[in-house]
């Protein structure tokens, strides 16, 4: 009895030390970046000031050559491809061996396709669902700064101490995680460098984000192809936008 106590002692150590050597790096690291990065959603002020400094954003990025796009193509991070309708209000989403027709406007008559088959079965709802929360996070790091004259959505000026000047954009409704707030500030030029987060599904409040390396599509929309956020990349290749696309 003896000898297995003392063998069980010594396991339930090795394991204690394990999960210590595991855990431990993990727990100072985020540490690290909750001092570094984390910080109060700021006050704004609503009203003219701030929608003209939207105005101001998407003027920069023409919006009339957005609105007037009609087809929207993508590869993101190279996980996830999309071919948008967005004048039909259809995207078809691609992952893995999946398929879905996404109908946005009445997301419960898509289709589903699984090996390029259609697809019926009992997860046919749940594979729907998947496709449109997919569609909404990969879409808004696409075309996140069109969407600030949307319903629902509130703009609020920020001045910081230096009097430089942002703007704070919170979506009261819609997506898949309404509420969330986003801080953009910008280049000289009047166009999106950067956003920080204060979303639902991140720890850490305020974390930074670019927005960067735009191109010019042929439609005239003006839209990123890279994103980096803390040690990581969020790629956006094949980037294409079209007027008139059949």
């Not at 796009?69 to 989403?93: A, M, P």
Request: proline content about 3%.
């Amino acid at each position: 009895m003896k000898k297995k106590s003392s063998r069980l002692k010594k396991v339930l150590k090795i394991i204690g030390g394990l999960i210590i050597f595991f855990t431990l790096p993990s727990l100072l690291f985020f540490g690290f970046l909750y001092i570094k990065y984390n910080e109060d959603l700021p006050n704004g002020i609503q009203g003219k000031e701030a929608d003209a400094l939207a105005s101001r954003m998407l003027e920069t990025l023409d919006y009339e050559a957005y609105n007037t796009t009609d087809y929207l193509e993508w590869i993101f991070s190279g996980r996830h491809s999309f071919k948008w309708y967005k004048t039909k209000e259809r995207c078809e989403v691609y992952w893995s061996d999946f398929k879905v027709d996404l109908n946005l406007k009445n997301t419960d008559s898509s289709k589903v396709f699984v090996a390029e088959q259609i697809y019926n079965g009992e997860d046919r709802l749940k594979l729907i669902g998947k496709a449109e929360a997919i569609f909404n996070n990969d879409s808004f790091w696409l075309v996140a700064p069109y969407k600030a004259f949307d319903d629902g959505v509130e703009r609020r000026l920020v001045t910081d101490e230096t009097g430089k000047q942002s703007l704070l954009v919170t979506y009261t409704t819609g997506g898949t995680t309404p509420g969330d707030s986003y801080l953009w500030h910008f280049d000289d030029s009047g166009k999106p460098k950067s956003y920080q987060m204060w979303v639902d599904i991140l720890p850490i409040k305020g974390l930074p984000a670019t927005w960067e390396n735009w191109i010019t599509t042929d439609s005239g929309a003006q839209l990123p192809t890279l994103h980096k956020l803390l040690f990581f990349s969020i790629t956006l290749e094949g980037v294409k936008g079209v007027v008139n696309e059949n």
